[in-house]
């Protein structure tokens, strides 16, 4: 029982440093738009009434916030919300007296994490995400947001988030706390099967016995592929293991979203993905800017939906950019397109507003990249060699145009970069990595992964 209370501290503190934020020296103000009021109205009345049913008093801070939401403050938003999160924040280090309830918490920070959005980005491609992902996701299925934009910005400009209109949006990155569970079914009551402490202990039980296996497996064959997954921050206490980091709280959460797939079995799942969840693969096809979560496993991608997708990137891609990348477009020629993109390039046929938005540029590489994540797993679990080639060929194409719309998206990189060695093309990997830091020097953990295809090529050297 200490082992999982040591490992649900871990989770909780990992979660509360979820939500990675895009850094931008533009802000701006404008007014706020009809469903933006009303979204902002909602989320008041939601937290002010949950502040007096938990019998708290709101900070002044807090009012002043939406307040300034509902007049189209954003930068106002923005400074409010960093110091409500310092000095509010459930979970933080430090004085605890003047924390939140969680339950108040979720609202005040989904206002919060939208409107710092609007402060930093062009709400021209804010909509536009939301519009597109509202054209393929039916209502009343279940949407699971991951990234900042996944989440917030679907739960600010739905027709209503807690009354779960035009669908339910939850985010599977927050699962692992309970008081998110209860704020969950606060809202949606019995309209959605949601799990309880119980299921939330029982994944946590189940991770660390999974954990504990794959560790002493690598223990005992340290010749075998370690099981011990990238990530799993282990370490020996009293010669037991002890596992956190982020791939551990993902784990947990991957297993609850597992719950609520299974236990919803009337519903559809799509999934805007923020880190990857291992058992999601088999059952994920792409569509529009998101992925499908199927019910079940799927034996393959048929050619027609990754005909669909191909075709609506394409486009996206031209749109924004100006570039129509193809399978025939090599990688020499992808990297060059990059540079090009770089400040103000002359002849440019794509739509200069997105080209200054790093944010919005950050978040389209992202959602990208997902798609061809799903393809390079089906590459490398192909059951025929045509199949193979196929998703190889798919996923190519959607690495490349995740490149163009932003060289530096760290997701992106690294699932590029792994991808060219898996088809163990070492030198165009290299390559990739060295384009991204030149244009790029800031892409976080750059270092390691240029190291990573260093080793892989010294590998390689010695093996002749």
Same mark, same amino acid.
């Given at each position: ?41 909602a ?25 300034a939401?509902a ?65 393929v ?54 309209r959605?099967?949601?799990?309880? +402490?119980?299921?939330?202990? $029982?994944? !946590?039980?189940?991770?660390?016995? @999974? ?5 002493q497996?690598? #223990? /005992? ?5 370690r ?14 293991p ?26 559809e ?16 096809? +792409?569509?529009?800017?998101i $992925?499908? !979560?199927?019910?079940?496993?799927? @034996? ?7 005909? #669909? /997708? ?155």
């Open positions: 029982m200490k082992r999982l209370v040591s490992i649900l501290s871990s989770v909780i503190t990992a979660v509360a440093a979820f939500g990675a934020s895009f850094q931008s020296l533009c802000a701006a103000t404008g007014k706020a738009d009809a469903d933006i009021v009303t979204f902002v109205t989320k008041r009345e939601q937290t002010e009434q949950t502040a007096k049913r938990v019998g708290v008093v709101l900070p002044s801070e807090v009012r002043k916030m939406f307040a939401a007049a189209g403050d954003w930068r106002g938003v923005s400074n409010l919300f960093n110091t409500i999160s310092l000095k509010y924040k459930p979970y933080e280090q430090g004085d605890v007296t003047n924390r939140l309830d969680p339950e108040v918490w979720y609202p005040v920070q989904e206002v919060g994490g939208f409107c710092e959005m609007l402060a930093f980005s062009d709400p021209k491609y804010i909509r536009l995400f939301a519009n597109e992902t509202f054209k996701v039916p209502a009343g299925s279940v949407y699971f947001g991951g990234t900042d934009p996944g989440r917030f910005v679907i739960t600010a400009l739905s027709s209503s988030h807690r009354e779960g209109r035009p669908f339910f949006t939850i985010t599977q990155n927050q699962l692992v706390t309970t008081n998110y569970l209860d704020y969950l079914r606060g809202m949606y009551g019995d959605l099967k949601l799990p309880g +402490p119980e299921a939330l202990q $029982l994944a !946590l039980t189940n991770y660390v016995k @999974d954990a504990e296996r794959r560790w497996h690598d #223990r /005992d064959f340290p010749n075998e592929p099981q011990i997954r990238p990530g799993e921050e282990v370490q020996t206490v009293n010669g037991r002890q596992a956190s980091g982020t791939t551990a709280v993902m784990e947990v959460n991957g297993r609850l979203a597992k719950d609520i797939v299974e236990a919803n079995a009337d519903k799942f799509y999934v805007e993905e923020s880190y990857p969840i291992n058992w999601m693969y088999s059952h994920l096809s +792409p569509i529009g800017p $992925l499908q !979560l199927h019910h079940r496993s799927l @034996d393959t991608l048929s050619e027609a939906v990754a005909l #669909r /997708d191909r075709e609506y990137w394409t486009a996206l891609t031209q749109r924004l950019t100006g570039l129509k990348i193809t399978d025939e477009t090599s990688l020499d020629e992808t990297v060059a397109d990059a540079e090009r993109l770089k400040g103000n390039p002359g002849g440019f046929q794509g739509e200069r507003a997105f080209l200054h938005d790093d944010r919005s540029r950050q978040n389209f590489a992202k959602l990208r990249s997902a798609g061809a994540g799903i393809y390079a797993w089906r590459a490398a679990h192909a059951k025929s060699s045509a199949e193979r080639r196929r998703m190889v060929r798919d996923a190519e194409l959607a690495f490349k145009q995740a490149c163009i719309f932003h060289p530096g998206n760290p997701e992106a990189l690294w699932r590029y970069t792994t991808f060219l060695i898996e088809l163990d093309r070492v030198e165009d990997a290299q390559k990739l990595t060295t384009a991204a830091g030149k244009l790029n020097p800031d892409i976080p953990n750059l270092a390691s992964l240029t190291n990573y295809v260093q080793q892989v090529i010294d590998w390689k050297k010695r093996a002749q």
